[in-house]
């Protein structure tokens, strides 16, 4: 599967990857990693998604970059440092970078119960992106 694939499957749908939780941003991430990037594992749980630009990538085939938004490619796995509103952080899947600091991505939150969604972005939070090894 490609990443216009992957958005044409999940666009509109809820996705609970690790059916706990519900629908978070992380499990999006993770059913990305395993359809698009087909990672031979996911990478180990963590507390917040703001945790995967500290995460241990080894044996995985993905890499964490730090980069800011202007950096950021279409296949890439955002990762968002946590504000004062969310402390968990956020993660999503980048779709273009359009330039000037906004980044189209695929994401879902647990606070939004209708499932994946573009949305544009700014640069603010962002700590990297999580990669395929090249």
Known sequence: ???????????????????????????????????????????????????FARADYTGTGLKFVPCEAQGLVAGDVVVYSSTTTNR????????????????????QDGFNPNGSSYFNWRTLNVLGAVRMLA
Request: glycine share 12%.
């Open 88 to 107: 968990y952080g956020h993660i999503a899947v980048v779709c273009a970078n359009v330039g000037h600091g906004v980044h189209i991505v695929l994401e």
């Open 1 to 51: 599967m490609n990443l216009p694939e992957f958005i044409k499957t999940y666009e509109g749908k809820g996705v609970d990857f690790d059916g706990k939780y519900g629908n978070q941003c992380v499990d999006l991430a993770r059913q990305y990693w395993q359809d698009v990037c087909e990672v031979p594992k996911q990478p180990p749980g963590v507390e917040g998604a703001k945790d």
